[in-house]
């Protein structure tokens, strides 16, 4: 090769890596149109991963089936975009402090609840009624409302007050770091400031593993100054 020839090569490698890497990307779950051999382009789904030649696509209209397409026969669908985009569609964000009514389980049995908190896909509420908390998904809710506003607020936190005050909690000042395996505490939500029930699964010294008794937040390590008993 000459050493024209090669000065050439070097100058154009940036461009022709390009054209080799710029394969487009796609996700699993994702939602495009895919080409079928006679043209034609239909809705289909990313099934699985890109496999150095083509991408798994599940085709999402008659005659359906199941292919292993090349990049150039997948485009992004027009209407739903990315997979972000499709996700944020299907799922919509919910701002903390909202009121939303919430399927209990049964056919009727709905109630209304105040988002405190997100957790992956899944919300953090707790019920308005003051029975405790729960995770819930997107299906789950019935009816979306406002959200609370401050006032609201200074009354949740005052009515959880005097549930506590009824109850007679109090904070182990004088024990502590003398909890054990198995003690049944109360341990403060850092997202809407109330106090909730919580085992103790493992002690380190004045540092405690708690498991909340609701499953509405993951286990979780507190000290003893921010456990309290009955």
Request: hydrophobic share 35%; glycine share 10%.
């Amino acid at each position: 090769m000459t050493p024209t020839a090669l000065i050439r090569l070097l100058l154009l490698s940036p461009f022709l890596a390009g054209a080799v890497w710029a394969v487009p990307v796609f996700n699993d779950a994702q939602e495009v149109l895919a080409q079928r051999p006679d043209g034609t382009w239909q809705e289909a789904m990313i099934d699985g991963k890109f496999d150095g030649t083509g991408y798994p696509v599940q085709f999402m209209e008659p005659p359906y089936g199941h292919e292993v397409l090349p990049p150039e026969r997948i485009r992004l669908h027009p209407q739903k975009g990315s997979l972000d985009q499709q996700l944020k569609t299907a799922f919509p964000p919910i701002p903390r402090w909202t009121r939303v009514r919430v399927n209990k389980g049964g056919a009727e049995e709905t109630a209304w609840a105040v988002i405190t908190g997100l957790r992956g896909i899944e919300f953090k509420v707790a019920w308005e009624d003051g029975s405790g908390r729960a995770r819930i998904r997107h299906k789950d809710i019935v009816e979306q409302g406002g959200q609370i506003d401050l006032t609201e607020r200074f009354v949740w936190d005052t009515l959880g007050v005097i549930a506590d005050a009824a109850l007679g909690i109090k904070h182990p000042t004088d024990s502590r770091c003398r909890l054990s395996l198995g003690y049944l505490v109360q341990a403060q939500d850092r997202d809407d400031g109330r106090w909730y029930r919580a085992r103790i699964t493992k002690k380190d010294g004045c540092s405690y593993r708690i498991a909340w008794e609701d499953g509405a937040d993951y286990e979780e390590y507190r000290g003893g100054d921010e456990l309290r008993t009955p």
